[in-house]
């Protein structure tokens, strides 16, 4: 057993993500929100707020199978294109709903529509491919059937690609080669992996897990290391595991921080090796860090718990080659204001709070190797826009100390001195990831 760290920090100041319109559209200036003291939410700024046409967004269940809600965006990895299912406004119950593409690579971000003649039902799912096609899953009775769309000048072009008997799937984020999307079917005593596009003879069943399986991150750049969330059958605690697609389904543990404790994964870098999870090994639900690979324990900092909202992770760095300290990490805060933005790093111990530009989908984004945030929205002035925010430099710790200041750049001391959590590191040592996600 090894002693878990217990890292500290408080939240910066906000401020407001400076958007990029598309081409031929003015909006104003928005305000900028005042600093937010240390451990408190944003104030009402018109910057934060959900999407439009919806209220304040508190943090919200998933729906049945997993699935996002409609409007959610979903990225390429390397964050040249989106895809969303949108709708024109109307009354609820009666809005026709129909994929969206986005283009985000180019010089000024734009969106085509791909609608068909029939519209489609919002519990369906789109996913972009690296080509520009979209990827959509629709559920007909007992069924799951795949296309993939594309714009062919006035109209949309569909490829049937098959069928899979379940009642119930959902799309995993698109793999790293920016090729193949994958579906997972998961059941109370077995979960099915599916590749479902970039298959050479239509939807095929590539993994079988034993237990409920949910969650879905990649863990290296080729597409092969895949991890997944998962319940053993009979119940128990959470745990994350690796299933390795180059051999077969391969399953191997992945993390084990405490014997009882719920330890998902949330988000990885191939690049650095940081690993975002949440856990419950300190007591209760925490944002925590490790790196893969390493014999190091996970670390909870506490800059990363905020009263009443809820922070999850949806973007790393890349490019940070194993430097995982240095990796910026951009954070949806989720709060009875609405979802608004933070940044982090692990070296600096210290959350930095952003007003989302309006009309973000939260939880989109995807950084630069230069550290460059870009968060695409859309609102009534903008159908299609990329806002860009430089993340900021941390306070050097006291050469003294190791440490931040105390107090006197607006940081607390780390909290380490405090009494640690007994937990085990990340025990990936014995898993055959080394080689395929920290190239060395």
């Given at each position: ?166 009642t119930e799937m959902v ?54 290391m895949l991890a997944l ?87 790393v760095q890349p490019g ?121």
């Amino acid at each position: 057993m090894t002693a878990c760290a217990i890292e500290g920090g408080s939240a910066g100041a906000a401020a407001t993500a400076e958007p990029v319109p598309e081409r031929g559209t003015r909006p104003g200036p928005e305000p900028r929100p005042e600093p937010v003291p240390p451990g408190s939410d944003p104030p009402e700024d018109p910057g934060v707020r959900p999407p439009a046409g919806s209220g304040p967004e508190a943090p919200r269940a998933p729906r049945s199978g997993g699935a996002p809600f409609p409007g959610s965006l979903t990225l390429t990895a390397d964050g040249s294109y989106a895809a969303r299912l949108t709708a024109a406004p109307g009354p609820p119950g009666g809005r026709s709903w129909y994929p969206e593409r986005w283009t985000l690579d180019g010089p000024e971000p734009y969106a085509v529509p791909l609608p068909l003649d029939q519209p489609e039902e919002p519990d369906s799912e789109v996913a972009p491919l690296a080509d520009g096609r979209v990827l959509i899953r629709r559920r007909v009775a007992d069924r799951q059937t795949f296309s993939l769309l594309y714009p062919t000048g006035p109209g949309t072009g569909e490829l049937l690609l098959g069928a899979v008997e379940r009642t119930e799937m959902v799309l995993l984020p698109p793999s790293p080669d920016g090729r193949c999307v994958y579906a997972l079917a998961a059941g109370d005593r077995e979960s099915s992996l599916w590749l479902v596009a970039g298959c050479a003879f239509g939807p095929e069943e590539v993994a079988r897990v034993p237990g409920h399986c949910s969650g879905g991150t990649w863990l290296d750049r080729e597409g092969r290391m895949l991890a997944l969330d998962r319940r053993v059958p009979g119940g128990g605690p959470v745990k994350a595991v690796a299933v390795d697609l180059g051999r077969r389904g391969e399953v191997t543990p992945l993390l084990q921080i405490a014997p009882e404790s719920d330890d998902r994964l949330l988000l990885a870098d191939a690049d650095s090796g940081l690993l975002l999870i949440r856990s419950d090994a300190p007591g209760h639900d925490r944002l925590g860090w490790g790196v893969l690979g390493s014999c190091l324990p996970v670390r909870f900092p506490e800059c990363l718990r905020l009263p009443e909202a809820v922070v999850t992770p949806f973007a790393v760095q890349p490019g940070q080659m194993l430097m995982p300290e240095s990796c910026a990490v951009a954070l949806r805060i989720d709060g009875a204001p609405g979802s608004w933005v933070g940044v982090w790093r692990p070296a600096g111990r210290r959350l930095h709070q952003f007003a989302a530009p309006l009309g973000w989908t939260p939880g989109a984004g995807y950084w630069s190797r230069d550290g460059v945030l870009r968060l695409p929205y859309a609102n009534a002035a903008t159908s299609c826009g990329v806002a860009m925010l430089e993340a900021p430099e941390d306070v050097e710790p006291s050469s003294v100390t190791g440490r931040a200041g105390d107090g006197e750049d607006g940081t607390e001391p780390s909290a380490a001195v405090a009494a640690p959590v007994v937990c085990k590191p990340v025990p990936l040592g014995q898993a055959p990831l080394r080689g395929a996600a920290r190239p060395d």
